[in-house]
């Protein structure tokens, strides 16, 4: 299973980007879909997740601002960014937990390579 992220670059201060993410491979189901971000000199921390049958996960910092959307039969998902910052420089991570049909007895985590999010003026 791959997760591959494209739609980073540089945006001005309260500006819009999007990122997507696809998920390939070996895919029987995905029961999260997701996004996490790792911004200068911090750990790595989630931003928003859509898990099956249960509600939207955003962290307080992007509430308002960022939308996630997920196409569960694509394995595809997406975070719509609007009125970013410069705290909302950071690469991110798509994320999913996964149920591959090379390992069937149970989900596991899968990351992408990750894609610089640069907010400056």
């Known amino acids: 299973v791959q997760l591959v992220e494209s739609g980073g670059g540089f945006v001005h201060p309260g500006g819009p980007l999007t990122l997507s993410c696809a998920a390939s491979?070996?895919?029987?189901?995905?029961?999260?879909m997701g996004w996490y971000r790792q911004r200068p000199g911090r750990e790595r921390e989630v931003v928003a997740t859509?898990?099956?049958?249960?509600?939207?996960f955003y962290i307080d910092a992007v509430k308002g601002r960022f939308t996630i959307s997920r196409d569960k039969v694509k394995h595809t998902v997406s975070l719509q960014m609007n009125r970013l910052n410069v705290r909302d420089t950071a690469v991110y991570y798509c994320?999913?937990?996964?149920?591959?049909?090379?390992?069937?007895?149970?989900?596991?985590?899968?990351w992408g390579q990750g894609t610089q999010v640069t907010v400056s003026s």
């Open positions: 491979g070996s895919i029987a189901t995905a029961y999260n």
């Open positions: 859509t898990p099956n049958g249960g509600d939207i």
């Open positions: 994320y999913g937990r996964i149920l591959s049909t090379d390992n069937p007895d149970r989900y596991a985590e899968y």
